[in-house]
Structure formats: C-alpha cells, structure tokens
C-alpha cells in the first residue's frame, strides 16, 4: 500500500507569496499532522487532524499559516504572503488515532516539501 | 525546560561500538516513547517504542525506559557506518490531543 505523499517535493517561492502544501495520507488514518523541520532542528509541531474533532491547531506560529482537511483524507498546509523564516521542510504524518493496547498509534511520515523562500 | 530533550551531538562511535543515546522528559506521568530515525535530507521512521519500565530489544536496538528518573535511552550494540543518522525521541505527554512531543534529535555517526 502506498504510504504518506507529500506535494510538491520542492517549492521556491518569493517573499510575499502565498504556498500551499498537499498531504495525502495513508488510507485509513484517521489522525494527520503537519511539522515543520528547520536546518538541523527537530520537529516544530504545527497542527493535528483528528477524524471530525476540530484541529488542534496550537503549534501554528502566526495567522499566516492554515490548515484544512477535505473529507478527513487530503490536507492542504496554506502559508499567506510567506516570509524568509518560513524556509524549512514541511513534514505531514499520518497514524491511527489508536495503536495497540491503548496507545497513541505510530506516526508514518511523508517525504516533505522543501521549501525555499527568497 | 523544555519538554523534551536530547543532547544535539554530534555523537560519534567507532564501527562496532555500543552508541549510547539519551532522552529527558519533562512530565512525569508521560507514558508512551518513541525513537525515530532520520537519515540526512529524509523523513523520520521509527525504530523503537517502548511503555514500561526496563529495556525492550529488537535486534542491535535496545530502548531502556526509567520512570522514575524521566528518562529515556536507545542502544546500538555493533554499530555501523550505516546507523548514521539523526535519531529523535518523542514522547507522549499527558493532556497532549496531539499526542507525541519531540526532541530536537542527537546526530549520530559511526565511524568506519
């Protein structure tokens, strides 16, 4: 089975810009999350879908960045008028909201979006 | 203090070495840990989870759990040049609706 799916690869934007970034999930998760991965940093936690609760969206940094989920599938990451500090890699994850014996589910990740703002 | 945390590295071990890696939690009720690992310019996978106290062994990976004293450790007995990676701890915190908080994640290199 196909795993997370992440588009585009790679996105170099100018400053000022608006980017949006697609995650497809594994069939079935119900959870998704967006990280962002700065240069040699850990994962920043943006935002987390959970079936049809509303977003957990605490880990957004400004009213720039938005997140939607169409479906409880696909998730679209919109960053407005985008600015240098927005450049790192966009990761999305996807897990069944539940593992095993009551335990948060594994988090499956995708390949990310490189992004480059100019 | 933040929630978290893993020495950054970098960490090197001579191939065949037993690499030590450690993680501190801030929350002493947290109750599910995770290592990942993440090659350069890829995304993380998992590789260990552990839930009680004690070692847990898959292969050469050992995770050692230690509630008590809030931290959290990943062995690799034998390492290889191939075990080059960034490895990342992530906790389940209580109260946490997103579930896992991670650590900034200890570069690891094996020397050949």
């Known amino acids: 089975g196909a795993g997370v799916s992440q588009s585009p690869s790679n996105k170099v934007t100018e400053k000022g810009k608006d980017v949006e970034l697609r995650c497809d999930p594994i069939?079935?998760?119900?959870?998704l999350y967006w990280y962002r991965q700065s240069l040699g940093q850990g994962l920043e936690f943006l935002i987390y879908?959970?079936?049809?609760?509303?977003?957990?969206k605490s880990g957004l940094p400004s009213d720039r960045f938005s997140a939607e989920r169409t479906g409880g599938s696909v998730s679209t990451l919109t960053i407005q008028r985008t600015q240098q500090e927005d450049s790192a890699v966009y990761l999305c994850?996807?897990?069944?909201?539940?593992?095993?014996?009551?335990?948060?589910?594994?988090?499956?990740f995708g390949p990310g979006t490189r992004l480059t703002v100019l | 203090q933040k929630e978290v945390e893993q020495n950054s590295g970098p960490l090197s071990v001579p191939e065949g070495a037993i690499a030590s890696l450690n993680c501190t939690y801030s929350?002493?009720?947290?109750?599910?840990f995770f290592w990942y690992r993440q090659y350069s310019g890829k995304s993380p996978e998992l590789i260990m989870s552990?839930?009680?106290?004690g070692d847990k062994e898959d292969g050469r990976f050992t995770a050692q759990l230690n509630k008590a004293s809030q931290y959290v450790s990943l062995l690799i007995r034998d390492s290889q040049p191939s075990d080059s990676a960034t490895y990342l701890c992530?906790?389940?915190?209580?109260?946490?609706?997103?579930?896992?908080?991670f650590g900034s994640g200890t570069q690891l290199t094996v020397l050949p």
């Open positions: 992530a906790v389940k915190l209580p109260g946490s609706a997103r579930q896992l908080t």
């Open positions: 069939s079935g998760h119900t959870a």
């Open positions: 552990i839930y009680s106290n």
């Open positions: 879908f959970q079936g049809n609760s509303a977003p957990d």
């Open positions: 929350d002493r009720v947290s109750q599910s």
């Open positions: 994850a996807s897990s069944l909201r539940i593992g095993g014996a009551g335990t948060p589910g594994t988090q499956y």
